[in-house]
């Protein structure tokens, strides 16, 4: 039954031709589009499943840079430095340098994927919903500890999408859908971040708000996201539960297995993949988080523009992310295309620091390397890790990586308080130069020890060929 399984869930198997059981039904009968969309084993009802777990986070990723959108509101109405409002991305990171570890065990061994999804949703909605509460009661300590709230639900919900996808689709098939599973992402954080301060403007002059109240209302209504990603884990749910037991499928897996003795094998490549993984990422999020503010000071912008700018990087990585994917899937090189992002990032900054140029080269620029670094990267753990290791591996990854945002959103906020503008993105093209040099260092180690991080896909196929034949 496994493999017939398999078949069936493939996104692109041969379409069934005949009708459910039925009176009237003959042997040759076409499927009607509703039977298509109730039959588990038809392309429609997978895309349809595809299209729920597409927007499964649409509402965290919308929710997670509400800060960002709204940072001169939130600064303004709370009477906040930077430093304190940059507390807001720190508090999401920090449950996640332990949760990364553990979302795969309580979707695995706890909660199943189909719970798992729903209580993980739900999560997101109270967090959201708390952090809104304390700008309407002027409490910020209520805002953050509603981003702690929303933080534990986020990175374990990106982890049952996966476990979703994982479980619906197989094989080649898995790049194209974790491709357009990352575009919605972006899309979600695209719209909050042009969206979001437009509404606070409407709602301010609409109703007579005015102050933490308004700001209040607005996150409050971005929540309405929140609770329709909810309300898709749900359908999700259920379509999984009855393909079950129609095709009498097991539950998906993440194939996860928490064994933190297994750190003490990690080679030395790994932790170089993870140096550069945690400092070049403290180099995008948080600078987006400040941007708004960033380009309208330096660049004399609207806040509508302004905005627009600081999204340009998660529109461009919406549909780059799948393609570039593709790309390395088939040409290899991953060491060769991370030097490539790192470098072009490093411009990127340095453009934002020293010239007065059109932002939108600098943003533009930074929005391809991030795309393309993103794709290059992850996949490398696999290359240096035995499998059975792979998901303490990223769990690990994705503990350093939050554990990185968590303290360098707070030194960010405290420098730009200090020193301002300039230097804060000194600082971020000192991060990225760490990163730069962790790569250079990872090909002389790889180089040395005859890996295949820097392989094409035509060398790295015959070398899984050989292995296998072995």
């Known amino acids: 039954m496994g493999e017939e399984g398999d078949g069936e869930r493939a996104l692109l198997a041969p379409e069934p031709e005949v009708a459910e059981a039925g009176p009237g039904a003959g042997p040759g009968a076409r499927v009607s589009p509703l039977a298509a969309l109730r039959d588990p084993a038809h392309l429609a009802h997978r895309l349809l499943a595809l299209t729920l777990m597409c927007f499964l986070g649409f509402g965290s990723y919308f929710c997670y840079d509400n800060p960002a959108a709204l940072q001169t509101q939130i600064q303004a109405d709370m009477r906040l ?115 979001m301060g437009w509404l606070y403007s409407r709602i301010e002059a609409l109703f007579g708000f005015s102050g933490h109240t308004t700001l209040g209302v607005t996150l409050m209504i971005g929540g309405i996201t929140c609770v329709f990603s909810l309300i898709c884990a749900l359908v999700l749910g259920y379509l ?38 945690a400092c070049y990422y403290v180099a995008v999020f948080p600078f987006i988080g400040l941007g708004k503010v960033f380009f309208i000071e330096k660049f004399n912008l609207s806040s509508q523009e302004a905005s ?29 295309w991370v030097l490539c992002a790192v470098l072009a990032t490093v411009a990127s900054h340095t453009l934002l620091a020293l010239t007065f140029w059109n932002p939108w080269i600098a943003m533009s620029l930074l929005g391809v390397s991030y795309s393309l670094l993103a794709c290059a990267l992850w996949p490398m753990v696999a290359f240096v890790i035995p499998e059975h290791q792979l998901g303490t591996a990223y769990g690990f990854m994705q503990s350093i990586q939050n554990l990185g945002l968590a303290v360098m959103s707070i030194v960010a906020g405290v420098i730009l308080d200090l020193c301002g503008y300039f230097f804060l993105e000194i600082f971020f093209i000192a991060c990225v130069s760490v990163s730069f040099l962790a790569v250079v260092l990872l090909y002389l180690v790889d180089y040395s020890r005859g890996g295949s991080l820097n392989y094409s896909a035509r060398e790295r196929a015959a070398l899984s060929k050989l292995t296998n034949t072995e």
């Open 81 to 195: 430095p930077t430093a304190s409002f940059m507390l807001l991305y720190s508090w999401y990171s920090w449950p996640n340098v332990v949760l990364c570890f553990f979302g795969g065990f309580l979707i695995d061994r706890v909660f199943g994927i189909r719970w798992g999804s729903i209580i993980f949703s739900f999560i997101v909605c109270i967090g959201q919903v708390i952090f809104a509460m304390g700008a309407l009661v002027n409490a910020f300590w209520l805002m953050q500890l509603g981003r702690f709230v929303f933080g534990i639900g986020g990175e374990s919900l990106a982890v049952a999408q996966n476990t979703y996808a994982v479980s619906w689709f197989k094989g080649k098939e898995l790049n194209l859908v974790f491709g357009l599973q990352l575009s919605m992402a972006r899309i979600g954080s695209t719209v909050n971040l042009n969206v």
């Open 308 to 336: 627009a700018i600081n999204s340009i990087v998660y529109i461009i990585s919406a549909p780059l992310s799948p393609v570039f994917g593709l790309m390395v899937d088939k040409v290899g090189r991953n060491i060769f």
């Open 240 to 277: 999984d539960w009855r393909a079950e037991r129609i095709l009498h499928k097991e539950q998906g897996k993440t194939g996860e297995v928490i064994h933190l003795r297994d750190m003490k094998d990690f080679s030395l490549s790994l932790w170089l993949i993870f140096v550069i993984c």
